[in-house]
């Protein structure tokens, strides 16, 4: 029996855990979801259907999903008709192994497969349980209008592109997440003049390699003796910010291997398009970095960063770091630090390595870095990013900043918060704004991680 708008009033839970482009899948599933007459619940315990949408980059990713499902058998005890799916990028690496190893788990959905999941979800009912891991050459889910999850209605994340094909040897996310594809940019435009439309202010454009974005538009459809067209990353940034000089636009993540001048010429000569980038160094040393197959040297890496502080003076950056990589040793430790200190980075997230399988790494490399030196190495790494980031907010005392009202302050009911073009955070007073509006801020303190100022005409 098919079900059909009509028949399934079911309550939707789904719980995001990992990057950016799994907060964007949740609001896919959503809307593939919604469509079918599923009603979205924010409340665990009312859930007829619990769908976790995963994440493996690192292991302790992975442990924390595993004790999230212990949770849901506690529910599923109480209430033996629930539906627990798990879904992303664990999903995919696990396939079946994870209905055999977790018996309260019925549908297990990767990252390509979400317009499956009302049948998943169908089969699940009359009790069997369903497994869709297959990934996709194609699939960027163009077509569907993702349900938006978040709660401010002002800043929202637009998929433009999905997979990667850089096969960095740490990393599980080409095997999870399959071949790097573009979206249709009409799609992207059209998804992004929507939010403004609806009220939204702010865009993050993402991908795992946005630099490397690229749409070909079809030959077929072109009159005789035309060429088809081609839109890169830099073309598509200038046409989302002339969308609206009201709509702040940021993007992420940037590979430096692969980030153009153009990118940066096109961000300076728009001011909705945000004074910050995101460029992960993850090592300072160039033989890590060869062995990490990151594409780049020490050296280039730093001539992206000149190339931003040349043409783009007010931008912040920031940076992943990893440490602990297979054979780094103490001067490769030092030369990340160095990096570090003359990126002056804003802001750091930083990782000990974590061994995945099926990586390059995994496989021809020895994870021979003890758990107490990883340990150590990164207490110095974020030790230093501390230093950074207190200097770089120490830096702006006594600045004026445009920022876009986010939301009440957690500290207090009086005060405002909201981010400035370079993503700092800062919190002023309310006074008669509202969330969504710009306002003038005149920094006046700081802490490591916020900016605090008074509102100014
Ligand atoms: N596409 C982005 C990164 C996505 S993963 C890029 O290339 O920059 C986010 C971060 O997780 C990476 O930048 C890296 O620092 C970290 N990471 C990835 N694999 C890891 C692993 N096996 N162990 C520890 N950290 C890892
Ligand atoms: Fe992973 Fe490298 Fe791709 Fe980033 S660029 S997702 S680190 S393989
Ligand atoms: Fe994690 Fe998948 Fe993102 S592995 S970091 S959720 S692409």
Redesign the pocket.
Known sequence: MSITNSEVSQKLYIETYG?QMNVSDSEVVASVLKDKGYIITEDINEADVILVNTCS??ENAEQRIWGRLDVFKQIKKKKPELTIGVIGCMAERLKEKLLEEEKTVDIVVGPDAYRDLPHLLETAETGQRGVNVILSKEETYGDISPVRLDKNRISAFVSIMRG?N?M?S????PYVRGAERSRNPESILKEIEDLFNTGYKEVTLIG??VDSYIWESEKENLPAGKQGETMKFAQLLEKTAKINPQLRIRFS?S?PKDMSDDVLYTMAMYSNICNYIHL?A?SGSTKVLTEMKRGYTREYYIDRINAIKRILPDSAISS???TGFPGETEEDHQETLSLMEFVNYDFS?M??????PK?Y?ARHLKDDISEGTKSRRLTEIINLQTKLSEKSKKADLGRVFEVLVEGISKKSSEHFFGRNSQNKVVVFPKNNYNIGDYVFVEITECTSATLIGVLVK
């Open positions: 990057c980059i690192r990667c850089n960095c740490y990393c599980i996310v795992q390699n993540t590979h992960p993850q992943d770091i990893m997230y990782f000990k390595y974590s061994e995945r990586t790494a």
